[in-house]
């Protein structure tokens, strides 16, 4: 135990580094050796394995295979870890399984969840390990708060050929909401004919407040307002947008659209839309006045941006998320 312990506080990497000081800062984050632990079991490290210091990830632009969410409500600010597991490890199938395995160990906290993530897995993922060794980048990424049992699992959706993507979305949804009816149908089948899969997803601690969420960029010429999707004519993106871009033209390639489900009734739950931090660029200062202006802008907690970028963090994604019923949130992703 003490020669894992001393391994764990010696990181060879500076993102992990990084990002493992951050975490330590903040005002709840657990004792050092339950931190780095659960870091590790993000990340599919075994005892005595260091953070791998090659750059393969699709997690972040640089390939770093680990971000810090800062998420701002009115009520306070949560923190959580993302994690792209097994990016340590050269042989796909090898890597594949120790994501299968990281995975497992996180959907043990909320048992309730595991019916939920094996449908995610069976209907958005090639099957078998043998499946997911074909997958690039890996087959999913992890997520888990500081505090509690809530956590992520988010699958890979550029696979296979582009016209089967929607399809597998719309068979997933069938299988994992209770009520699955024409509104959603029609939902689909508009994201079908604007949007480009990314990513699916199922997050939450328990059936009464998971989501199904449905991650994807918009095609050329296409708006958001072709999707109908109810949370996203909220004012607050138009606040979020105009401050954030404070230019008439984005890349599309910057900015990824989500939508969540409820797992308990079925409906539309929230929508959300991140900004590659990356594709605008800003000094570390500029960005926690952005967001200090932001949370007040829309009455939501500060964020405590400045003292994280000043140890060393990078900004890699800012986004604002909106609920059915009008509750904003605001988010900042973070790369070491």
């Known amino acids: 135990m003490i020669a894992f312990v001393d391994t764990l506080r010696e990181p060879q990497c500076s993102w992990y580094a990084v990002l493992y000081r951050v975490l330590r800062a903040q005002p709840r984050a657990p004792a050092p050796f339950e931190l780095q632990q659960r870091l590790h079991e993000l990340l599919g490290l075994a005892r005595g394995e260091q953070p791998a210091c090659q750059l393969r990830s699709a997690l972040n632009n640089d390939g770093t295979p680990l971000q810090l969410c800062l998420t701002s409500s009115a009520e306070s600010v949560r923190v959580r870890v993302?994690?792209?597991?097994?990016?340590h490890v050269t042989a796909p199938r090898d890597r594949a399984q120790v994501a299968e395995r990281a995975l497992a160990r996180l959907v043990l906290r909320a048992p309730e969840l595991a019916a939920p993530c094996e449908a995610l897995?069976?209907?958005?993922?090639?099957?078998?390990?043998?499946?997911?060794?074909?997958?690039?980048?890996?087959?999913?990424?992890?997520?888990?708060?500081?505090?509690?049992?809530?956590?992520?699992?988010?699958?890979?959706?550029?696979w296979?050929?582009?016209?089967?993507?929607?399809?597998?979305?719309?068979?997933?949804l069938n299988a994992v909401l209770p009520t699955p009816g024409e509104a959603q149908r029609e939902l689909v089948a508009a994201l079908s004919d604007h949007a480009e899969l990314a990513s699916c997803a199922i997050e939450g601690s328990a059936r009464a407040n998971a989501r199904a969420k449905v991650y994807f960029r918009l095609?050329?010429?296409?708006?958001?307002?072709?999707?109908k999707i109810a949370p996203l004519r909220d004012p607050a993106?138009?606040?979020?947008?105009?401050?954030?871009?404070e230019r008439e033209t984005l890349p599309r390639?910057?900015?990824?659209?989500?939508?969540?489900?409820?797992?308990?009734?079925?409906?539309?739950?929230?929508?959300?839309?991140?900004?590659?931090s990356h594709c605008l660029p800003r000094s570390s200062s500029a960005w926690s006045c952005l967001t200090d202006?932001?949370?007040?802008a829309l009455a939501l907690s500060p964020l405590p941006l400045s003292p994280a970028l000043?140890?060393?963090?990078?900004?890699?994604f800012l986004g604002l998320a909106v609920d059915s019923q009008g509750a904003r949130r605001l988010a900042v992703y973070l790369k070491g």
């Open 82 to 87: 993302l994690a792209d597991p097994g990016v």
């Open 121 to 158: 897995l069976a209907h958005t993922l090639p099957p078998g390990l043998d499946g997911w060794a074909g997958l690039p980048h890996g087959p999913l990424w992890l997520a888990q708060g500081l505090e509690g049992a809530a956590f992520a699992i988010y699958t890979a959706g550029r």
């Open 160 to 172: 296979g050929a582009a016209e089967e993507r929607w399809a597998r979305v719309a068979s997933w």
């Open 219 to 227: 095609r050329p010429g296409a708006s958001a307002t072709d999707l």
């Open 237 to 245: 993106f138009q606040i979020f947008l105009e401050r954030a871009v």
């Open 253 to 276: 390639s910057t900015v990824v659209l989500s939508v969540g489900f409820s797992l308990l009734s079925g409906a539309i739950s929230d929508a959300k839309i991140d900004l590659c």
């Open 293 to 296: 202006q932001l949370a007040a």
């Open 310 to 316: 000043a140890q060393g963090a990078h900004m890699a």
